[in-house]
């Protein structure tokens, strides 16, 4: 069954049902409810449904973002590499790739009285490359 792009989940797990021309969602708080609804549905003859789950926040959700972060070390030509790591969540908190830690962003109004969200140790904006890769903040495209 091809779900339809127009339905919007308020709850982590849904049920999406057809049946005839009609589609109808139940939306569940766990993944054990939907499937023990979707089992209950395959009883029914010419009942179609699909268990969907309610998509995270961005392209590539904070949970899995990576920065790359400098380590130093005097027994390598040039001195230091950077290793990759696992950029965690923090409340009101993002991942700075200048300064290498979580630091508040605050906003700043520049020459052109355009306000940004800046780092408030090394200045970087948030609409830096790495800054929006490193904690998500990329867009997810909408469809018209």
């Known amino acids: 069954m091809q779900t339809p792009k127009s339905i919007k989940l308020t709850r982590p797990w849904g049920v999406v049902v057809k049946t005839g021309g009609k589609v109808v969602l139940k939306e569940f708080d766990t993944e054990s409810e939907a499937q023990s609804f979707g089992q209950q549905l395959s009883a029914f003859d010419n009942v179609e449904f699909e ?22 070390n005097r027994n390598m030509p040039g001195g230091f590499f950077y290793r990759c790591v696992q950029v ?9 790739t200048e300064c290498h830690d979580y630091r508040k962003f605050v906003d700043v109004t520049d020459r052109y009285e355009l306000t940004l969200r800046c780092c408030s140790e090394c200045g970087i904006s948030v609409n830096d490359f790495y800054i ?13």
């Open 51 to 72: 268990i969907i789950e309610k998509p995270t926040r961005g392209i590539a959700g904070r949970e899995n973002s990576l920065a790359f972060v400098r380590v130093d």
């Open 88 to 96: 965690k969540q923090e409340p009101g908190r993002l991942f700075c």
């Open 132 to 144: 929006k890769t490193a904690n998500g903040l990329w867009e997810r495209p909408t469809s018209s």
